[in-house]
């Protein structure tokens, strides 16, 4: 279990501070997908930094199984890094090795034997499907190879945690697919605890099991992912999964609510039977509905009939459904 207690991080500069985290508090259970969201600037890298101590924070404690590693000292901190791998946007390669030689690197470091680590190496390339290019070099891989390359790497010490870290921003939406599939594949196989540092609501909704919504240096909420994609409670959490540039539609119509569809009220005709219950023109803005642990979710953005009395009947049939709704902008 990893543990985050009122953890703060400033840098000083000869002009001002700057706040990069202010009083962050998060818990993060053994054997989960854990996604840390935010846009840029927001503090999300600096927080992942700060779980290995690549940043080391100005205030505050990161306890990883019951340890706070903020006050090991040097030799016991270098100790507990090799149970936390990572892996970047950038993949981090090193040029002039080969693929069998990158994932030999940090075993190398450990003191590993050369026999002992070359089987290692070659056990992790099997597993991310890379055994057949354990002689080639970085610059002749694709991104998704390289970065399959790079969390074999961040796996050869047996790691029980995995920082990821903007892992897929750099690739495709095919090659981020797989890597994603992958990244839930060793999570379910080797149990290893995964956290996925993203500005992507796609990559959440792929593999976390939890969130935390990260906005100008502190956590604006936290929750289950189907929690908090149908039923977001700050306004960068809305932004996030409503990007505005989706809600341009300019009407005359009155005003828009987002109804929220939570699995259990996902199916059925439920927009068409109001629509014939309040004899009232609806207009749909928006709609989106997403897959998340074999459940259906999902949100419509209505906007309701200029006419005060139409649409306070449709405001009295919502209120009489199971369905969530709320006012939006």
């Excluded at 996604?35 to 940043?55: F, P």
């Excluded at 590693?69 to 090795?97: D, V």
């Excluded at 003191?111 to 597993?127: D, H, I, P, T, W």
């Amino acid at each position: 279990m990893i543990e985050i207690k009122h953890l703060n991080k400033t840098y000083r500069t000869a002009d001002k501070d700057i706040v990069a985290l202010e009083d962050i508090n998060l818990t993060i259970n053994d054997g989960e997908i854990f996604g840390i969201i935010g846009l840029s600037g927001a503090g999300k890298s600096t927080l992942v930094r700060c779980i290995n101590l690549l940043e080391r924070p100005s205030a505050g404690e990161v306890i990883v199984d019951g340890k706070s590693i903020t006050a090991l000292p040097r030799k016991e901190l270098l100790e507990l890094r090799r149970s936390i791998g990572m892996i970047f946007q950038g993949f981090n390669l090193l040029e002039q090795r080969s693929v069998l030689r990158n994932v030999c690197f940090p075993l190398e470091i450990a003191g590993v034997k050369k026999k002992e680590a070359r089987e290692r190496a070659m056990e992790l390339l099997q597993l991310v499907g890379l055994a057949d290019r354990a002689n080639a070099y970085p610059s002749q891989l694709s991104g998704g190879q390289k970065q399959r390359v790079a969390i074999a790497r961040a796996l050869a010490c047996k790691p029980r945690y995995l920082l990821c870290d903007e892992a897929t921003s750099a690739l495709d939406p095919t090659t981020t697919r797989s890597i994603l599939e992958l990244l839930r594949q060793i999570n379910e196989t080797l149990g290893v605890t995964i956290i996925v540092i993203t500005h992507e609501m796609k990559v959440i909704d792929q593999i976390c099991d939890r969130v935390a919504v990260i906005d100008h240096s502190r956590i604006a909420e936290e929750g289950k992912v189907s929690e908090v994609f149908t039923n977001p409670r700050s306004r960068i959490a809305r932004e996030l999964i409503i990007p505005r540039e989706r809600t341009v539609l300019e009407t005359e119509g009155g005003k828009r609510l987002r109804l929220t569809f939570d699995g259990e009220t996902t199916a059925g005709p439920h927009i068409a039977e109001m629509i014939l219950s309040c004899q009232a023109p609806v207009s749909i803005l928006q709609a989106s509905t997403k897959e998340l642990d074999g459940v259906i979710y999902g949100y419509t953005i209505i906007e309701l009939p200029r006419d005060r009395h139409q649409a306070e009947k449709v405001l009295v049939w919502l209120q009489n459904s199971d369905i969530r709704y709320q006012e939006v902008e």
